[in-house]
C-alpha cells in the first residue's frame, strides 16, 4: 500500500516570544527557570503551562542570579534547560555564564533586549546587549550568541541555540530584541520530527574509565549522566581533566586552549549568515534583529532606482564572521551598518573589513526602529558621491 503523504502544516499566528517556546519545546527542552521581565515575560508565561504538561519543569526564582544557577543545575543533571530575560536581568547573570563556560555545562540564555542602560526603555527596542553578550562575564574565553530577526528565525535560531549547546558544552546566547519579540506574524513551523536534534556527547567507556574533562579530537570532553556510577566533580575553578582544582601552569594552559579551541575548530558550523542581492552588489548593507527587515526592505528600494545594493544577514554575531565580513569589503566600495545602538557590531566590522572598503555607520538610540527610508537615503547618497 502506497506511503500515506504527510499533512501539510498549517499555518500559525505567533509573536516572536511564542515562536521561543515552539522551538524549546520540539528540540527537548525540559526545564525552565526565570523571572519574569519585560520584554521577555511571554516565554515565561507561556513555558509555565506548557512545560508541566509535557513532562517539564518550570520554577519562577527569586531573581536572574537563581534562574541562571538553576538553570545550570538542572543541565548538569541531565536536562536540556533555559531561561529567558532582558537588560537588567541578563547583566545579573553574568557571573553564572562565567561559571557554565568554565564547567562547561549546556543551556540556552533567551535575552530580549530593550532600551537601557539600567531599567532605560522597558517596553521599547534597543540592540545594546550586543558587545555585553560577547564580554559581559570576566575572563578570556569565547561566547556563541545568535541574533534572531523575525518570528520564524526565532524559531529556527532557538533550535539551533540549544543544538550548539548540547554539541559544544557551552551556553549559547540568544538575543531578541523588543520588536522581534512581540511582532505577530503568519508562519509554518516543522513538525517535531522534522526539528534536527543534537544531544550532548555521553561517554563510550565504563565509569572506571571516564576523565570528566579529557581532551578529545572535536575538543568537547563527553557528559556523563549522574546517577549511572560515573564519577563527576563540578567546579567554577579552573581543573584538571578530573575536575579538581589546579595551579600547575601546564594544566592551566591547555584547559583554556581546548575552551577556545572547540570554538574555533567549528567556526563553520557554529558560523550562520544570509546573503539577499550580493553577487551583484557595489554597496552592501550588514543587518541583525529586527533592523534587518528594514534593512532588506532599503536594499530592494535602492536597486529599483539604480543602486546596486545587496545586504548580509547576520545571526551569528558571535565569534564574529570575520572571514564573510572580508570577502564582502573585497568587492564592495562601502558597507553600511545601521543597529539600534551606537556602533557595536559596526566595529566589528570595520575590524573585520581591515580597510578594504569604507564602512558607514547608521545608529539610533532613541527608542525606535531604523526605516528603510533612512538606509535608503544613506545608499543612495553614498552611491552618487
Known amino acids: 500500500m502506497a506511503e500515506k503523504r504527510r499533512k501539510k502544516a498549517s499555518p500559525r499566528l505567533l509573536m516572536g516570544n511564542e515562536a521561543v517556546v515552539e522551538a524549546a519545546l520540539a ?48 543541565s548538569i543533571a541531565g536536562a536540556k534547560a533555559m531561561t529567558a530575560t532582558s537588560g537588567p536581568g541578563f547583566s545579573l547573570m553574568q557571573e553564572n555564564i562565567g561559571y557554565a563556560i568554565v564547567a562547561e555545562v549546556p543551556c540556552v540564555i533567551v535575552n530580549v533586549m530593550r532600551g537601557g542602560p539600567s531599567s532605560g526603555l522597558p517596553t521599547m527596542p534597543e540592540q545594546g546587549d550586543v558587545m555585553q553578550a560577547r564580554w559581559g562575564t570576566h575572563g578570556d574565553h569565547l561566547m556563541i550568541v545568535l541574533a534572531a530577526s523575525t518570528v520564524r528565525d526565532s524559531f529556527d535560531v532557538t533550535v539551533r541555540a540549544f543544538n550548539l549547546a548540547e554539541k559544544f558544552r557551552t551556553p549559547v546566547i540568544v538575543l531578541s530584541d523588543e520588536t522581534v519579540a512581540h511582532t505577530r506574524e503568519k508562519v509554518v513551523l516543522p513538525e517535531k520530527d ?35 556510577g560515573y564519577r563527576n566533580h563540578v567546579t567554577g575553578l579552573i581543573h584538571d581533566i578530573r575536575g579538581f582544582p589546579t595551579q600547575r601552569p601546564d594544566e592551566i594552559a591547555h584547559f583554556k586552549s581546548r575552551l577556545t579551541r572547540k570554538i574555533i575548530q567549528h567556526i563553520g558550523e557554529i558560523t550562520w549568515v544570509e546573503e539577499y542581492f550580493l553577487d551583484s552588489a557595489e554597496v552592501a548593507v550588514v543587518a541583525y534583529g529586527s533592523v534587518f527587515r528594514s534593512a532588506l526592505s532599503a536594499v530592494r528600494e535602492a536597486r529599483k532606482a539604480g543602486v546596486k545594493a545587496g545586504l548580509l544577514k547576520l545571526v551569528t554575531l558571535f565569534p564574529f564572521p570575520d572571514e564573510e565580513i572580508k570577502r564582502l569589503a573585497k568587492k564592495s566600495s562601502l558597507i553600511v551598518v545601521p543597529e539600534l545602538n551606537q556602533g557595536q557590531i559596526a566595529r566589528e566590522v570595520e575590524r573585520a573589513a581591515r580597510g578594504l572598503c569604507s564602512v558607514e555607520r547608521l545608529g539610533r538610540i532613541d527608542g525606535r526602529l531604523i526605516g528603510p527610508k533612512e538606509i535608503i537615503e544613506l545608499l543612495t547618497e553614498v552611491s552618487h558621491a
Open 27 to 74: 528540540v527537548g527542552c525540559t526545564f525552565f527557570a526565570g523571572y519574569p521581565i519585560t520584554p521577555s515575560t511571554e516565554i515565561a508565561e507561556l513555558l509555565a503551562r506548557r512545560l508541566p504538561q509535557a513532562g517539564g519543569t518550570f520554577i519562577q526564582m527569586e531573581d536572574e542570579i537563581a534562574s541562571l544557577g538553576a538553570v545550570i543545575g538542572a
Open 194 to 228: 522534522e526539528v534536527v536534534v543534537v544531544e550532548r556527547p555521553r561517554p563510550q567507556v565504563p565509569p572506571e574509565w571516564y576523565i570528566p574533562y579529557e581532551d578529545t579530537p572535536s575538543g568537547v570532553p563527553a557528559m556523563a549522566r549522574w546517577g549511572q
